[in-house]
């Protein structure tokens, strides 16, 4: 069995104007880490892939508090806080060097030095670090270790801070134990069913079910053995969060979304049917697109629709205009309420499993591709046509392609996409996305 490896992730704190967003995007890069065609989502990035020597995390920003009283203020950092301790595996706490050392800061330090995660207190707009620092040493009154001075703006001591965040990575606790069965993360905006789907399958008589007690994320797991087949359900539901605030609560689930994402094999995100597919499941749903996983939506509550012959193809045509993105997707039509289908939903689980761990040899994939050229001839720009040399499959999980060409500029977006679609003419591939790297090799070298 191989052992799995979880990305880790690491949440921004602090108050306002301490300038977390422009340390998320000088850490994020230009990489918007949504797809570009994914309606309605590069607006708010909450969460963005970071590059670190050896390590790949997830970097998620807690959010932005609007300025109003301190009460206010407080309060809002607390819930911040919170979601950072619930989530994340290493929290940058964030202090201003000009404000100095405000009561707030000190009330955050002592929840997070209580939630025993790992904590880097990082002092920013310290543009002079010989000027300013006793200003900077001021912070080890928080109590929670060194602080270390950065500036975001000018891009200094970024270096020093995240070889701190990621010298409290814990391998250990990251390397998940041994273990090859299915996982598959239940998401959706709040009330779409998702504890009621996953509590009907926990209590069909075929199904055996235990809770394996939460991870550091605090999504509970629930094993489910269903016709012999062990899964690991990850449920995203969890936390009834009191926050009135709509946006906030967007960002919670978002920022839960991706946690549970991150660990899972296959996503199911939850629609209503009643409710019908709207811009906050594009959203999540790109959240899943973006990572390369499994994707099957589920539509519940299917049992409360009035039905002619035509229902199913119109609210499946719906989906496929909102998610057009993910046209690979699998759809259900399920009711967790009635138990309506939920064995199609394993059935499909185990279909998109496969289609992941799919792997066609390079022989094949370039018949395939040669036949593709020649019915529809490659892009040319000012005299020079593309030509394709070879095609490999490299990885699984999402099948990943690389694909030898002459000039990498002239291979669109579109005929990328062309040849997506003939390999999946070919070979089915539902259910989940196909990742393509393209690489060019001059013309006179043989491979």
């Known amino acids: 069995m191989e052992k799995r490896t979880k990305k880790p992730i690491v949440a921004i704190v602090g108050r306002p104007n301490v300038g977390k967003s422009t340390l998320f995007n000088v850490l994020a890069g230009d990489k918007i880490s949504i797809v570009k065609d994914t309606p309605g989502i590069t607006r708010d990035r909450i969460y963005a892939d970071v590059n670190w020597l050896n390590w790949n995390f997830t970097m998620i920003d807690t959010g932005g508090i609007e300025p109003d009283s301190k009460d206010i203020i407080l309060s809002q950092m607390r819930e911040q806080a919170q979601i950072a301790i619930d989530t994340a595996d290493v929290i940058i706490f964030l202090v201003d060097v000009r404000q100095g050392l405000v009561d707030a800061d000190s009330k955050v330090a002592d929840m997070l030095r209580r939630s025993h995660k790992p904590v880097v207190l990082v002092v920013n707009k310290v543009d002079s670090f010989a000027k300013m620092e006793a200003d900077v040493y001021e912070f080890y009154n928080l109590g929670i270790g060194e602080p270390y001075p950065i500036s975001s703006v000018n891009k200094l001591g970024l270096g020093e801070m995240l070889d701190a965040v990621t010298a409290l990575f814990d391998e250990d606790a990251l390397t998940e134990e041994e273990d090859d069965r299915p996982r598959i993360a239940i998401v959706g905006k709040p009330n779409v069913g998702k504890s009621s789907i996953i509590n009907k399958i926990a209590g069909e008589e075929r199904v055996i079910?235990?809770?394996?007690?939460?991870?550091?994320?605090?999504?509970?797991?629930?094993?489910?053995?269903?016709?012999?087949?062990?899964?690991?359900?990850?449920?995203?539901?969890?936390?009834?969060?009191?926050?009135?605030?709509?946006?906030?609560?967007?960002?919670?689930?978002?920022?839960?979304?991706?946690?549970?994402?991150?660990?899972?094999?296959?996503?199911?995100?939850?629609?209503?049917?009643?409710?019908?597919?709207?811009?906050?499941?594009?959203?999540?749903?790109?959240?899943?697109?973006?990572?390369?996983?499994?994707?099957?939506?589920?539509?519940?509550?299917?049992?409360?629709?009035?039905?002619?012959?035509?229902?199913?193809?119109?609210?499946?045509?719906?989906?496929?205009?909102?998610?057009?993105?993910?046209?690979?997707?699998?759809?259900?039509?399920?009711?967790?309420?009635?138990?309506?289908?939920?064995?199609?939903?394993?059935?499909?689980?185990?279909?998109?499993?496969?289609?992941?761990?799919?792997?066609?040899?390079?022989?094949?994939?370039?018949?395939?591709?040669?036949?593709a050229v020649a019915l529809q001839q490659p892009p040319s720009d000012k005299g020079k046509r593309l030509k394709i040399f070879y095609t490999t499959q490299v990885g699984v999980k999402p099948p990943t392609f690389v694909v030898f060409v002459n000039d990498k500029e002239l291979m669109h977006f579109s005929y990328t996409r062309y040849l997506e679609n003939k390999i999946r003419e070919a070979f089915g591939f539902k259910g989940t996305s196909l990742k393509f790297i393209i690489r060019e090799r001059k013309e006179d070298k043989k491979l």
Request: hydrophobic letters at 45%.
């Open 209 to 371: 079910v235990s809770d394996i007690a939460g991870t550091t994320r605090d999504a509970i797991d629930t094993e489910i053995v269903y016709n012999d087949r062990e899964y690991v359900f990850i449920d995203t539901a969890g936390l009834r969060r009191k926050n009135k605030i709509k946006e906030e609560l967007e960002r919670f689930m978002i920022i839960r979304t991706v946690s549970a994402v991150e660990r899972a094999d296959v996503v199911v995100l939850v629609i209503d049917a009643v409710e019908g597919v709207t811009e906050q499941d594009a959203k999540i749903a790109g959240i899943a697109h973006d990572r390369g996983k499994g994707i099957i939506i589920a539509v519940n509550k299917w049992d409360a629709i009035e039905k002619d012959d035509k229902t199913i193809y119109r609210f499946t045509e719906k989906v496929r205009n909102t998610l057009s993105f993910m046209l690979y997707a699998e759809i259900v039509f399920i009711s967790a309420v009635t138990g309506q289908r939920l064995n199609r939903l394993f059935e499909t689980i185990d279909m998109v499993i496969e289609n992941q761990s799919l792997r066609i040899s390079t022989g094949v994939v370039n018949e395939i591709v040669t036949e």
